[in-house]
């Protein structure tokens, strides 16, 4: 079968590798949709991300909707036919951490399109079937693709503790930005913030739920969010744009006692800001590391119509033109937000 | 000045009492719009409420909205002429627990309309500067009265803890209730089911965001609730009735490590149910005790129209008229939810 | 090999079952150390506990440490010759509860001694290796088995959320409660209070660190404590008697804004209390379900010698001789705490 | 009466200033006891502390005891001749943060010691009588002082959220760090590990409970403390030495989950860690400001004995000797621990 491989930086290239069968306790997915993410892209353009270098060609895509094909040995459902979505998380089961309901920090996890892990831009993959969630009627494969980065956004409102009430600013509004400002509006927030550099980012911000969105290209984004709370800064700070700038702002716009989630990953491995402002107000700071037990919530939300993923799948493209599509989410040109790989 | 004295069960007359003067950090205001509470139907009714007996003519009414008159001696604000609403809860604001942010169980609190307190079915008030809270533009008096009970179901969603995609039971669709399913949809429960044994309460529910309301006269809502969820409970029950036989339904319908909320105030002092089916399953109960901090939150998502407060005040009755007003909310007839005495 | 069954209500019989073969995933352990259960007690004169009818003979015994004597195929360890403690509680792994880390409320839970598993008051079982401990150096049997109670405590610790300096009350010093007055010290409440009907036990509540202990058949306890606080109450209350008398102190005794757990469970199968107190007061009540995750930690306690499980062992019978130790443990006799049977 | 003024980084005169009159809502008190924080001594090496600079002459200290003097008009108590500890953080009692109970984050707070607010470096000084709070028979001046740090290590504590049987890592072993590992063995930990650069104080840290110090100077703690943990990690981190270094070991020994509490002020105000260990870890970082609600249990623990404040106050000085005081905890010479003024 095709799979598209990264064999370094900036090198892609369609090849072959065997069908895949599903063994005990698998399922095998015909692969219909894969999004593209940030981390992708930071995997082909460098050849690497956090650190863990492709030692060989890889198959990324982690975001994923497919088509139950074939059961495993010992594998009651779902049946052949039904379409699903693919949690990328194969956590080991047994340690501490998953154990304690902590699947998403477990040591030994292998996550799906992580070196030496292939992901999804290929036909089909082998799966345990734990992992393989049903979609439920009308829900298109753009939308099964995108609960994995909504499943991210939702666990990020998780650790924030947004109370209804609460005023929020979302720092960055790409697709995983703009997924937590209607996670935010979701909770309950009464004012959403949102800034972002891209211009119509901060349009597809405000259609999808944020009260106001700036400029950080052209405006002091810190003093516009101030100001407007009366200088009291908001309740709960996402960052969702991995700079350097938007950590420090993070520090600067929240409230005294407030949470702050970190969840861009920055190009540069190092973090910093000014320890008297985070101490001053006592903040909580928390890491967002991917997500834990969020696909039967992200389903019934979706089900229930609650959340727009439609709104993000602005691009498709077919399995081959996969370099097309990393150029253009590398570009940001065109509106996209996420560009969606066609199997 | 005129006002409405209880003077014992179903002794309801109208008589004078001295304009208030406003004292030091106190604000006079002119009263608009009181609420009518099941809590002032009770009292009306039996001449006591939870073991407070009135021992002599009370002013009862505790949902209020009006006009700032007049500011007392160094008091800054807000001038004459802002129409608020009156937080009815005066703490102490030196016990141990009002230090620790815990004004709602202050042991020394003196609750507006609770024996000695006269309430607001009068004129004239006089009351504390921080806790009469500016209405924003727009907002009317019904539903700044309207507030108070929000900030019930507000701080019952706190309780509950309530997170993105869960299920939620609210049992029993009385004003307390519907503001309850409200606040469920508003932070982010994926399915909410209300339950009623009055068919028009049923719809309300349903109107504002239930999507599913059973009724409990002619249904085992039990049965429909668990069902419903394949056999497993929702996520978190309100108990809004305060009957014997929804606490019981409580502990039946929640999930495994569920959450309860009790709201309702039941009309015999005794709470009993399986203990059994609740250690079963680990239950946590929380009991409400009024609420706290919740004016400001409840004015922002007011404002930002995300909560339908208008829904709830369906009758309005002059000062004078009181006792109608009374007689028709405990006959639960012609569609009532909330009867607002306009002064 | 030989285990005692239980045949119905009173009726105990010495018999034989095939010596287990440890499947894959299972070890092998030879038994040495039984703690005797007040559920165990229950089964035992009733032949039925909370709703579970024996209906074919049954091993009871469930607080358990012995040695490993042989691995089920692919075992990798603890290896034969290493004594250790079993956690009694086999969930299923897969379901919702199991995966989010709550495996004590795991609907297909198989409890080991619960009518129809049968539990440890035999020469061997078979149980997954991942429920097998093994003791630290110096660690004896009898403080192997008694790990299994110590969890429960350190659990219910766990969900009182006992905060440096709160105050705690215990009410029932049975082995459980002595287990909880240890915890509580440990986890540092300033103050410890336990109450008992039986003299013995409030010696042993004072030795195991109750800085008071009061007698619940001779003095007014809620009084007591309530005097003792000035009027307030305690911070935490963990009732651990299962008395309906007790359940209705724990609610008097807890402080506005306070904590109850409750452990004990009651003979009869309705909790009952007033519901003004528990309201008026914003309780919170968290119900107990067994324990989860607690070996590692309680084993780390134990082995730092910040726990005194000896003091509880204060009577040891051989397996023949369960009857009398069953029989001791109902008349609470002869200052016994927990019985232990030898194998 | 006298005061010791710092004019300016490192200009320190003993002065006069009029002796205050309790004002309404105040007590008069004489001091007894003022420990010198870090704070202090960056103050006076400095002229400022944090960005807050010395404008004019100001008296430091804030960890204070000391005997009622006189009352201010309307004060019931504490009587004159009461021996007390006062808590130098005077909060506005108004704005949101102080009356939703997190008054160390009130904006207004004006604290004690800090410029432009005269410290407890002098013989008397006016207070609000709330925050003056008596000591219990037997409790040292010293003792009384100290509660202030203890308060700190408290609230630490409280944000830490450690769990019985919790490894716990102290890094640091000044004051504040011994204090936290006092705190970590009274709240259950069951590992405590402490580091430090001064050998006495590594020796101190054992002394006072952690079952290892190592010594950053010579070890590389990192190591010694992942190691020892199988290369897990601590659950929680407390940060209490303010060096770069410390920063970036608390992420690297934390385990994945874990809890970092950042307590040390550094010098240069940033602070920088690597992102990536942080975020696959998924931490929890918390700053610590000051300290809330703790003299009543600080109180409650050290009147029931478990804990040593005595150890830590390792040297004496009279007011006029201050500069001596402080120069001898700059140079960290003879064992120093916490210097006491005796005034």
Redesign the interface.
Known sequence: MRAMFVHGPGDLRLGEMPRPEPGPGEVLVRVRAVGICGSDVHTYEYGEI??TVIRSPLVLGHELAGVVEALGPGVQGPPPGTPVAVDPSCSC??C??C???????C?SIRFFGNWPHHGGFREYLAHPA?LVHPLPEGMSFDEGALLEPMGVA?FV??LAGI?????VAVLGSGPIGLLCVQ?AR???A??VTATDVVVERLGAARRLGA?MAWNAATEDVVARIVDHTGG?GVDVVIEAAGAPETVEQAMEVAK??GTVV?VG??AE????????V????????????RMK?TY???I??A??G?VNLKALATHHFPLERLGDALDLVIRRADGVLKAIIEV
Not at 163 to 167: H, K, N, P, V
Not at 270 to 276: D, E, L, P
Not at 278 to 289: F, H, N, Q
Request: with cysteine; glycine share 12%.
């Open positions: 956090g650190g089961g047994h501490e951490f154990v304690e309901g902590d699947p998403h920090i040591p734990d939702l409102a998780d109370r209804l009430g609460d005023r996670m979701l909770a309950g009464a004012e009260d009291r005294p006692g970190l990953i920055p491995d190092r973090v910093t800001f000014r320890a008297s985070a101490r001053r107000k006592g903040l909580t700071i928390k890491y967002d590391r037990h039967p919530r992200c019934a939300l089900q229930a609650r």
